[in-house]
Every structure is written in C-alpha cells, then in structure tokens.
C-alpha cells in the first residue's frame, strides 16, 4: 500500500517535472539567446549555455537609435489605464448580476457576452472610422477606448462569479446590523472580493499589454507605438536582429510575471480567510 | 447676438490665421522603413536638416515602421483616405499601388526635374515602377538576388581553389557534391514563405534566357523550355543540400551557412554584415550568381521605390522631397540598401562592401519580377509549383504547365475585370 503511494507520488513528480521543462525550455532558450552575441547565436550543434555571456543585447535594447524605454512606458500607461477603468465599471456591474434582480438581467448578461464572440477583425473597420471620426487616432485615447469593448464584458463576467461565491447571509447580516446597501456592498463585499478583483485586473492587464492588432492600427507615431507593435523594430525586411529581440522578449514579460507572483499568493491566501473570520 | 458676433469674429481669425500659415509652410508626412543602425538615423537627421535648408518652407515629418507593419499601415492608411503624402515601397507593391489609385503617375515631373534622369538609376529598378507606359516610383534603394556567398574552408577541405569559386550550373552542382558528406553539404536552399525563393528561382530563369511573364505582363511563360530547365536545375541542387529545404526559410539556410554546415549559399549582398555578425572567424568570399553554360548570371531585383501619394495636398513639395532624397549625395548616406542611384551606389559598395564590383555588375544586369497588381497571387503559384517539384509531387514539366494555366487565369481575370 504505501509502496503503491510512494510510485504514484514518483510518477506524478517525473510529468510535473517533465511538464515544467516543457513549459519553460523556451522560456531558458529565450534568456540563452539574449546573453549571446550573435556568432554564439547560431552554432551546429547548439548550446544553452554562453561561452562568453554578454549583455550587450540588453544595453542595446535601451541604447541609442531603439524606441524601447517608451514602447515600455507607453505600454505600462495604456494598460494601467485600461485596467483601472474595467475594474472601476466591473465591481458595480457584475455585484448587479450578480445580487440585484431587474427586467432585462438575464438578456443584457447574454448580450454582453455576445459581444465576446465577434472576432476582433470584424470590428477594427468600424472602430476605426469612429476613432478617425472623433480624431481620436494616433492617441493613446483611442486604445484605451478599444480596449474597453473587449476587456469590460471579460471583467465583468470574470467578477460577477466570486460576487456570486459570497455568502448573501454575510450581506444579510451587514443589513440586519444596520448597514445600508451600499455600506454592506462597500464593507463586507468588496473586501472579500479582493482576490477576485486581483485575479480580474491580472487577467485585463495581460489582455491590454499583449494586444496587437488596434495598437497597430490605431497608432501612427513611433513615440506612441506599445510593445508588442513596437517589438517588431528588431525584426528587419531580410534579417532578424535575434539576440535584442530575445532581450527585449523577456524584459516585456517581466511585469507580467511580477503581477502573476502577486496575485497568486492573494488567489491562495485570500477567498477563504476573510470569509470565515467575518 | 453678441455672442454670435465674437463668435464669428473668433471663425474669421482661425481662418485668416490659418490660411496665411498654409499659405507660408507646408508640412509633409513622409513614412519610412525603421533603421535599426544609429549612423543611419543620425545621417537621416542630417540630411533632413539639409532639405530644411533648401527648403525653408517645407517641414518634413518622419513616421518610421518596421518592415512586418508597414504594407498594413500603408493600405490601410491609403484605403482610409489619409495617406502620408509620400512613402517608400517595395518595388513589388509598386504595380498594386498604382492600379489601386493610391499613388501618382510621375513623368511630368521627371520631364521637367534638371535632377532625376532614368539613366541615373539601375534600369531593372527604373522599369519595375512603371506600370502600364506610366511611371509610379522613384527608385531609392536596390538589392540583388543571389550573389554566391562561400567558405573558403569547404574549398581547401575537399582539394578545390578557393580562389576559383564555380561559374556555370555545372561547376556549382560538381563543386557542391564534392562537398556533401552525411555532416555538411554543397549548399542550402529554400522555400519557406516568403518571396526569396521566387527570387532565386526567377534568377535562374533569367540567367537561362527565360522569364516568367511576356514582355506585356500579359501571359505566363513558366511552361517554356529556359523557365523548365532552370527548375530542372534547381530540383537537381537538393541533391547536394540538407533536407528540409521546402520548410526552411533563407533565414534558416543562412543560419546552416554561418554555423559552417554548408560551403555556398546563394543571397543577397546586404547579407555581409551579418555573416561577419555571426561568423566572425570565417574565411568568406563572393562571386556571381552561376550562370548555365550557354547563359549569363541574371539576378533578380529587390528594393523599394519613392512614390507620392495621389491625396498629396502639397505634390510639388513632395516631388521636391523625392528629388532630394534620391539625388546622389543623399541617396548614398540615407540607405541602408545599396542606393538605387548608380553612382551613390558604387560610392556605397566601395566604401561599405565587400566585392563591390562583383555586386555592382550582378545588379547592373539584374531583372525585376513580373509586373503585377495582384503580385503575390502570382508568387504564390509559383512558389506551389516549386514545393510540388521539390517535393516530388509532380515532374517539372507538369508543375510548370499547372502553374501556367493557373497565372493565366490570374491575368484574365484581372485584365477582364477592369
């Protein structure tokens, strides 16, 4: 019996470990490349480990002639900015669907995700001529707009399930000792949706930072080009610069790991503590 | 009513204010490639400083895009009605441009201007921008698919001069199958999905007295005896180059030759630095383009041409600006590319390349690919055809005939339409 345990631990630790080479050999290509200089890049047979690590690549990155510290910031701004303002609409949204009753409800929750299943494609056209209507291209407005149309409809539907795992006798209770609504929404509700709010705003920053196609439509300066438009500065008409383009590679993942090490520990922690206690 | 007075008045000043500023300065949006090396940006800065100079009132704002993005930009720019007012594009654009009506025929200007003469320019790049007896583009910068680049070492291994790099088809196939063991091979080719692989196949027509279209772009001529000989050909160098030629990209094939896996490798000549780049300890040279045994080495013209765009509100500012930036002093200091104006281009070669005369004269002869709008329809029926063939699919002679009829069809329709 307990050998059977310790054969069915050792299998599951060999895939788990099989499944985190799968997962990050890429990822350790990608950090190899960019410490290389170009003649290590490309070697027959090739090798992980520089022989004369360098970071050259990651100077150029930020060196004279690349646009890549304002692609970053740009980037972090429309991103920030879209994110803040789902998250502002979301909470009162999706605590609506999520607790009140009123005509409508189930149509317009259907609606809005409707809205999901229109392929950006199909909408980029008319964005774009209401953007150019309003003169609103070129400018960072026009993204964060664009944005929305997307990424309100995922956060309201992604918040409107931990509205719905509170318990509605916390809230009751809240009433009962004299809160108001909107106190016992305020005070007792949106605490112990912290988590939920941390995973939504998460998930709507990873969305708006990788997203291509508007940010290349939409923008026409290389001073307000975001990153993943801005990338393709590496890559030329004939040749790729490699080493630079994988240094710039990790640098535009780096905050997208340091958000996901910090909501992960709220996702853990969070939901059950609060809930007990209160 | 009062309001409706100060009202008007404050209408009459923007529009008196800004009448006069249009009648004084002119701003023209002008859209580039992105330059990746600071001397370059830097001597784009200078030179516009130059063009300010001239032109005190003229302002010229850049907008630079990094290749992937930049045909979208500028379709969508066009199609949108706001497009920059002048622009590069790639020559093989240049045709889909014009019949699109995005862009402005330009012989009267070239009928006056003191400056920009045909003769000036390399004539396979003059000719790729006129469409239809009319021309579309001002060459700016050129390339030339393929020059042979080769290493040294591969020659000395296997008891062959270095200093005698193969001429004709034959001496390149000999030469290559002496270098091919199970570990390294005579060459690398490749497909993969962009145009190069027409480039090189085109080159070898050429060289073998064929071409892809008639003279009038307006019938395919893939199916006649110098265009079946050349893929003959081409089909015969697998045999003297790694597998895995049909998914390989010129980009793979170049990483097989810096890694010292192939001893030839056929593309262009801007390619230098980056052999340099990534080989640094190679003993390398180039030579011509092989050339069948009855032929001539023909390569295939790349680059990208000057237009101006017809929504232009200011075109004879805009000419102004191509006849400066393609004049020979700038044209030499502002390209990345070998300049498309001959003498700033062997001023570029001598100063910035290796080999310049073998490049030189490779582009002095080069061919422009066939003149289309639809252009990439037709290349990738070509480059179907040449996967079949390497693949074994169909013989040449069948892929070449399929891939006929189907451009035939491809210029009727297109032709009948209009």
């Known amino acids: 019996m307990i050998k059977r345990q310790k054969t069915g631990k050792i299998t599951i630790y060999l895939f788990a470990v099989l499944l985190a080479i799968f997962v990050l050999f890429p990822f350790v290509v990608m950090i190899s490349m960019s410490l290389k200089a170009p003649d290590e890049q490309f070697t027959s047979p090739p090798y992980l480990i520089p022989k004369r690590p360098t970071l050259n690549n990651y100077l150029q990155v930020f060196g004279q002639g690349s646009m890549f510290a304002q692609y970053f910031i740009n980037s972090l701004l429309v991103a920030s900015i879209s994110t803040l303002i789902v998250l502002g609409v979301a909470i009162f949204s999706s605590y609506g669907y ?152 990790i640098l535009v993942c780096i905050p997208v790991f340091v958000i996901f090490f910090f909501i992960q520990k709220q996702l853990v922690g969070g939901l059950t503590e609060g809930a007990i206690k209160g | 009513m009062k309001k409706q007075f100060l009202l008007g008045l404050v209408l009459l000043l923007v529009v008196c204010l800004s009448g006069v500023a249009f009648a004084q300065e002119v701003t023209l949006k002008v859209w580039l490639m992105k330059q990746a090396e600071v001397e370059l940006i830097k001597a784009q800065e200078e030179a516009l400083a130059e063009f300010q100079k001239l032109y005190p009132d003229i302002n010229v704002e850049f907008t630079v895009f990094p290749y992937n993005e930049y045909r979208d930009k500028l379709l969508i720019a066009a199609a949108a009605g706001n497009p920059p007012d002048v622009s590069v594009v790639d020559q093989i654009w240049n045709p889909e441009f014009a019949a699109a009506g995005f862009i402005m025929p330009l012989d009267d200007y070239v009928a006056q201007s003191p400056n920009v003469k045909k003769e000036d320019y390399f004539s396979g790049a003059w000719e790729s921008a006129i469409f239809q007896g009319k021309l579309y583009g001002i060459p700016f910068d050129v390339g030339v698919w393929a020059l042979n680049y080769y290493n040294k070492d591969f020659f000395r291994n296997v008891g062959l001069d270095p200093e005698q790099p193969p001429v004709t088809w034959d001496e390149f196939y000999e030469m290559g199958s002496k270098m091919t063991s199970g570990e390294q091979w005579g060459t690398a080719l490749y497909v993969g999905a962009g145009d190069a692989v027409q480039c090189i196949t085109d080159a070898l027509i050429f060289s073998n007295g064929g071409s892809v279209l008639d003279q009038n772009f307006r019938k395919c001529t893939l199916d ?131 080999f310049p005369e073998i490049i030189f004269q490779q582009l002095a002869t080069a061919l422009y690919r066939p003149i289309f709008p639809r252009y990439p329809d037709l290349a990738e029926i070509q480059r179907n055809a040449t996967t079949h063939i390497l693949l074994d699919q169909k013989s040449v002679e069948e892929a070449l005939k399929d891939a006929t009829r189907e451009i035939d069809t491809l210029l009727d329709e297109y032709y009948t339409t209009r």
């Not at chain 2, 000989?229 to 810096?258: C, H, M």
């Open chain 1, 98 to 249: 999520a607790r009140i009753n009123f005509p409508g409800k189930n149509i317009l929750f259907v609606l809005l995700l409707l809205s999901q299943l229109f392929p950006l494609a199909a909408i980029i056209v008319p964005l774009y001529r209401i953007m150019g209507n309003l003169k609103l291209i070129d400018t960072y407005l026009s993204l964060i707009i664009s944005y929305l149309t997307f990424s309100v409809p995922v956060g309201v539907w992604l918040l409107r399930s931990f509205f719905l795992g509170v318990p509605r006798e916390l809230e009751e209770a809240a009433l009962i000792d004299g809160c108001t609504r909107f106190q016992a929404f305020w005070r007792i509700v949106i605490p112990l949706v912290r988590p939920g709010m941390g995973a939504t705003s998460a998930y709507v920053f990873f969305l708006t930072w990788q997203e291509f196609m508007f940010a290349l439509t939409f923008i026409n300066s290389e001073s307000k080009r975001t990153l993943p438009v801005g990338i393709f500065d590496f890559v030329g008409q004939y040749e790729t610069n490699w080493g630079n383009l994988m240094a710039a590679s």
């Open chain 2, 224 to 354: 006649q005896p110098p265009a079946v000989e050349a893929l003959k050909y081409f089909k015969k160098l697998q045999g003297i180059n790694p597998p895995g030629e049909v998914a390989r990209t010129e980009e793979d094939s170049f990483q097989l030759f810096t890694a010292g896996k192939v001893g030839m490798f056929w593309y262009g000549e801007w390619g230098q630095d980056t052999v340099n780049a990534r080989a640094p300890e190679m003993d390398w040279a180039l030579a011509n383009f092989p050339r069948p045994a009855e032929g001539e080495s023909i390569g295939t013209f790349g680059g990208w041409n000057m237009v101006i765009y017809q929504n232009a509100s200011q075109k004879d500012a805009a000419w102004k600006f191509v006849e400066f930036w393609t004049s020979k002093e700038i044209n030499e200091k502002v390209s990345s590319l070998t300049p498309a104006n001959i003498e700033a281009a062997q001023a570029f070669l001598n100063q910035k390349r290796r």
